[in-house]
């Protein structure tokens, strides 16, 4: 008699932003990945940073209560020419983090050009040539923000990096 085991992984993705933030769930089920559902946070940008963040808070808490990810990949600390922006994604980014540590799950972050790599094969892939591969992965139309197909290329490469024991 041959017993099967089942081996289900759930990886939630985020691409974190003060007015959009990307989110991706994914599962790898006996190796094979599959996109359960995804979507963007929309904040507004007539509100102050605070309150947006205040929203990004439940907005991701909502998304890990119903989900009950095993883990999360999020974006690493993107740089950018403007020093303004980059402190509010980071802030962005801790209070994502923030979310997952009061639901006990682990985080584990990539850079652009990793997540990139991890599901194009090109860490310098363009967001279109990303969004492309999501729908020829997937057999699904994106026709959701960057953000979205971002949130799915982070939590792709985790379950690959993972697969391979890379982490």
């Known amino acids: ?24 769930l994914l599962a790898q089920v006996q190796g094979k990945i599959h996109l359960i559902e995804a979507g963007c946070i ?35 600390q993107f740089v950018g020419l403007n020093p303004k922006s980059t402190m509010a994604i980071s802030m962005a980014k801790g209070v994502i983090l923030a979310a997952a540590d009061q639901k006990n799950v682990e985080a584990f972050e990539y850079s652009p050009q990793e997540a990139k790599r991890g599901i194009t094969g ?37 379950l690959n990096r993972s697969k391979m024991g890379i982490l």
């Open 1 to 24: 008699m041959v017993t099967t085991i089942f081996m289900k992984k759930i990886i939630l993705g985020f691409d974190p932003g003060t007015e959009k933030t990307g989110w991706a």
């Open 42 to 76: 929309s904040l507004s940008a007539k509100v102050s940073l605070q309150k947006r963040l205040g929203e990004l808070f439940r907005e991701a808490s909502k998304i890990l209560e119903k989900f009950s990810p095993d883990q999360i990949a999020i974006e690493s």
């Open 122 to 158: 090109k860490g310098n892939a363009t967001k279109e040539e990303v969004q492309k591969m999501c729908r020829l992965l997937f057999q699904r139309p994106f026709e959701t923000p960057f953000d979205t197909t971002d949130a799915i290329a982070l939590a792709y490469c985790h």
